[in-house]
């Protein structure tokens, strides 16, 4: 079964550092565009983050420019996002999902969960 | 606040039909045809329905429609089911700026 996984949210301090991981099963990650999108608690649907097969190509939301780092780890076939200096604004479900056009998500992963308060 | 505007809720009986608009800009739902419609039930993730405007993936319902006009993408629904109650956001590519906009989301209630 293909399937996207989401893992390393939880609580932290405004200020403070996460790292979220994505880890596929049943495709090849670095084969795919794979991007990440947050919603907050009883809110929309945000992007946040394009990363292209290759790795050569990431965009990011304006908001989190200088703060957030998207990557793929061939060897764990994983996608990862560094949050720093979080904000209280950025608490909100992490979704990991897999592009086949820039607006076009067909494999989404269940979602993890970041909290940012003291 | 959205960048695109949709409705707060809609709401229909079984068997009927209704439409969601998803109103943009010229800088985004007017310029492309990267317009998408995801549907998402509570405590699920999203789930494509609607690619480039009016493109179903498959496995999704017939009964699913997309369409644009201007600025303003629209989701028709027919023949209502009682598992399509759910939240839909439409979403459009904006360029190489802003990348993705997304609307605000409308809670389709089956009466």
């Known amino acids: 079964e293909v399937q996207l996984v989401e893992s390393g949210g939880g609580l932290v301090q405004p200020g403070g550092s996460l790292r979220l991981s994505c880890t596929a099963s049943?495709?090849?990650?670095?084969?795919?565009?794979m991007t990440w999108v947050r919603q907050a608690p009883g809110k929309g649907l945000e992007w946040v983050a394009y990363i292209s097969p290759d790795g050569n190509t990431i965009h990011y939301l304006e908001s989190v420019k200088g703060r957030f780092t998207i990557s793929t780890n061939n060897a764990e076939n994983s996608l990862s996002l560094q949050m720093d200096s979080l904000r209280a604004e950025d608490a909100a479900v992490y979704y990991c999902?897999?592009?086949?056009?820039?607006?076009?998500?067909?494999?989404w992963g269940q979602g993890t969960l970041v909290t940012v308060s003291s | 606040q959205s960048a695109l505007t949709q409705p707060r809720s809609v709401s229909g009986s079984p068997g009927q039909s209704v439409t969601i608009s998803c109103t943009g800009t010229?800088?985004?739902?007017?310029?492309?045809?990267?317009v998408s419609w995801y549907q998402q039930h509570p405590g699920k993730a999203p789930r494509l329905m609607i690619y480039d405007v009016n493109k179903r993936p498959s496995g999704v319902p017939d009964r699913f429609s997309g369409s644009k006009s201007g600025n303003t993408a629209s989701l028709t629904i027919s023949g209502l089911q009682a598992e399509d109650e759910a939240d839909y956001y439409c979403?459009?590519?904006?360029?190489?700026?802003?990348?993705?906009?997304f609307g605000g989301g409308t809670k389709l209630t089956v009466l």
């Open positions: 979403c459009s590519y904006a360029g190489d700026y802003t990348y993705v906009v």
């Open positions: 049943g495709l090849t990650l670095t084969n795919h565009w």
């Open positions: 010229s800088s985004d739902v007017g310029a492309y045809n990267f």
């Open positions: 999902a897999r592009l086949r056009s820039i607006t076009t998500w067909d494999l």
